[in-house]
């Protein structure tokens, strides 16, 4: 995987973007929960910040063989899916005509794998961003407009080599015009909606690949974007709450529908340390650093009696550590397989959630994330079906499960030796049902599972599928409550089985070991088992614990090298140094290999993160301590320090440590 690099596009597009969003975002974070009393002429009138998704397509001139990029539901194109900020000021006249000003920045998707064909070289696009003047009218709530204004973008051509791996990916600024239509209406409080097209035209420019021993191309994009966005008006006092009924025009609050975002900023770095050699998927001895940040909007709404439809389209960028390779217990909960220098969009969370109250006792349902308010029966089943991390449902842990708020590493916030089904960032397709109690609960999932260890690309049928059953206990000792989940799993997959790998390569040395296990790769199953514990031991203090198994058998195919894990720890809340909302965390985790899977690595097999060429086994140990200090009730900052000894099992490399800085805002 390359690795990042900064450049002052970079920096302008994406990161000077974002921390708008995110002041943003933190003032409308402060506001009053309910709208000014509504008025009979709504207003236009004000600043407003939001953001935006949707599809767009168009060329960049013949010849320049453009990347496919993911459409998902629709076809690949050199942008497919978008998704992006935008800013801006209206002033709405006596005459009801609306004269504004936007700002916005789109983001393109990660490239459609199956669909690249083989090249010398692909065109490809990172973001675009405009400056628009807007002129509308206003029918009360309804506003129709046109835009136009300045345009620029960042283009780049990778260059392959004969086997297809990028080797060089030369990039440009282009400037140009754009100009669009659209229509945006009132939806409830200060929120507004909008549906908008935009064609932007950039200007050309040439790539000499004479260096390369290809003739120079001319990029010329012309793009076509269709976006669906929503805004927050803040007034002509974007940074203060309105002082009175009349500060700004609003409509009444919703109950059908809520938003909520987060974002969070991880750097980490480890200095030199012990390295007599090192393989293709090793941690370099040398020290290195690296960052990730992800921006996740999470959008609910209330369809049906007892049905929910959620959303949740994110923006990532970053590596991880050697980009997310050489440890089996990596320590950024944030680095994804698939990370990018540019921010990226993905619709990580699409589902259908369908409730069944079954009568008797109810409890309140808070407003959050992935969560409507209201009430619900204590008695219920619940069906959920679409797309969505196989953690949002299984293997929850109060104090051990959330990388943005908690521990960071994996093998601390999840059962590590549970390889639960997961394309490249995290996510998988299908159904999990629910009977809920009020002192237990059982839930199972069917799921897809990647076409092969590693992939992308999602799948389920007779040879390919993944399926988790999971009992949750509730019970209070001495009053303080506590939970027990006991989980089985069993996976299918495209994978190679470690002993026959082992076989074919010794009766044939000169053969490479990961290409023998590539050819023998067929429907193989893998099953285990893990048990997650979490108890209050009194107000302010938790413990938790894990203890997770596979059968070690055949390769690992979604999450990392890991067989057999023991990990737990306490957390803290500061109440008794007189901070009750920051939080401190101490534990460990114990990794460890099968026989024929650490047999595998030693004779140079490469798994899904680690692989040294060569191995003295010892199992993985990882400690880990944060603080996480509340700077407001928006955002934290935290502190986190791991030691990893044995990296990757191997006891000649080694011990490293890791310092993180995590900013994280959630509204």
């Known amino acids: 995987m390359n690795r990042s690099t900064r450049s002052w596009e970079r920096v302008v597009a994406g990161v000077g973007l974002s921390l708008l969003a995110l002041d943003g975002a933190a003032a409308a974070a402060d506001l009053p929960l309910k709208a000014p009393a509504f008025k009979a002429v709504y207003d236009w009138t004000g600043f407003y910040l939001g953001g935006h998704f949707g599809y767009g397509g168009g060329s960049f001139g013949p010849g320049t063989n453009p990347l496919p990029e993911q459409g998902v539901v629709f076809p690949h194109s050199i942008t497919g899916l978008i998704g992006g900020y935008q800013a801006g000021y209206n002033r709405q006249f006596p005459s009801r005509v609306v004269l504004g000003i936007e700002a916005d920045a789109s983001f393109t998707s990660p490239q459609d794998a199956p669909a690249v064909m083989p090249a010398p070289f692909h065109t490809t696009l990172d973001y675009v961003s405009t400056l628009r003047g807007r002129v509308g009218y206003a029918f009360g709530t309804l506003m129709p407009y046109l835009t136009g204004g300045f345009a620029w973008g960042h283009s780049r051509v990778e260059l392959n080599d004969s086997a297809g791996n990028v080797v060089s990916s030369p990039g440009q600024t282009q400037a140009g015009w754009t100009a669009g239509a659209g229509v945006e209406f009132a939806v409830s409080g200060n929120w507004s909606a909008k549906v908008e097209y935009d064609y932007i035209g950039l200007s050309r420019r040439m790539y000499d690949l004479s260096d390369f021993g290809l003739p120079g191309i001319n990029v010329d994009p012309s793009i076509h974007l269709a976006k669906l966005g929503l805004n927050y008006r803040f007034g002509d006092t974007p940074w203060t709450a309105p002082v009175s009924a009349n500060a700004q025009t609003a409509l009444p609050e919703s109950d059908v529908w809520n938003i909520h975002a987060q974002t969070t900023f991880l750097p980490s770095v480890y200095p030199a340390f012990r390295s007599p050699y090192a393989g293709t998927d090793s941690l370099p001895g040398g020290g290195q650093s690296r960052e990730t940040w992800t921006a996740t909007a999470f959008l609910g709404v209330r369809l049906w009696q007892g049905a929910e439809f959620y959303f949740d389209p994110e923006l990532a960028q970053g590596f991880g550590l050697n980009g997310t390779l050489g440890l089996a217990g990596f320590p950024n909960g944030e680095a994804q397989k698939a990370g990018a220098p540019y921010f990226k969009i993905r619709p990580q969370r699409y589902y259908l959630k369908q409730t069944f109250g079954l009568g008797g006792e109810q409890e309140d349902v808070p407003d959050g994330a992935n969560q409507l308010p209201g009430k619900r029966d204590i008695d219920r089943i619940t069906l959920i079906v679409g797309r969505f991390a196989v953690g949002d449902f299984f293997d929850g842990n109060t104090y051990a499960k959330d990388p943005r708020a908690d521990f960071m590493n994996w093998a601390m916030w999840s059962s590590a030796a549970y390889d639960f089904p997961a394309d490249l960032p995290g996510y998988t397709r299908g159904g999990v049902v629910e009977l809920n109690r009020k002192d237990w609960a059982v839930r199972a999932g069917l799921f897809e599972v990647p076409s092969a260890p590693n992939s992308d690309v999602l799948t389920l049928g007779d040879k390919n599928f993944g399926t988790v059953a999971e009992l949750e206990e509730r019970y209070a000792p001495f009053d303080q409550p506590g939970k027990l989940r006991l989980g089985i799993f069993a996976n299918r997959g495209f994978t190679g089985n470690y002993n026959q790998a082992l076989a074919i390569e010794d009766a044939n040395p000169l ?89 595998f690595l030693a004779a140079g097999g490469l798994g899904l993160l680690i692989g040294d060429g060569r191995l003295n086994y010892r199992p993985e140990q990882i400690l880990e301590t944060y603080y996480a200090y509340a700077i407001n009730n928006s955002f934290t900052f935290t502190a986190d320090y791991q030691l990893i000894t044995n990296p990757a099992y191997n006891a000649d490399r080694g011990p490293v440590s890791i310092f993180s800085g995590r900013l994280h805002g959630e509204f």
Do not use: C
């Not at 067929?522 to 048990?531: E, I, L, S």
């Not at 990392?560 to 901070?579: A, N």
């Open 511 to 599: 053969l490479d070991i990961n290409a023998v296990m590539a050819s023998i790769r067929t429907a193989n199953f893998k099953y285990g088992f893990y048990v997650n514990m979490e108890q209050q031991l009194m107000k302010d203090v938790g413990l938790f614990a894990r203890a997770s198994w596979n059968d070690g058998q055949n390769e690992i195919l979604s999450f990392t090298d890991i067989d057999r894990s023991l990990s737990g720890g306490l957390s803290i809340k500061g109440s008794s140094w007189g901070r009750p909302s920051d939080t401190i965390g101490i534990g460990g985790a114990i990794n460890g290999l099968s026989a024929g899977h650490r047999d």
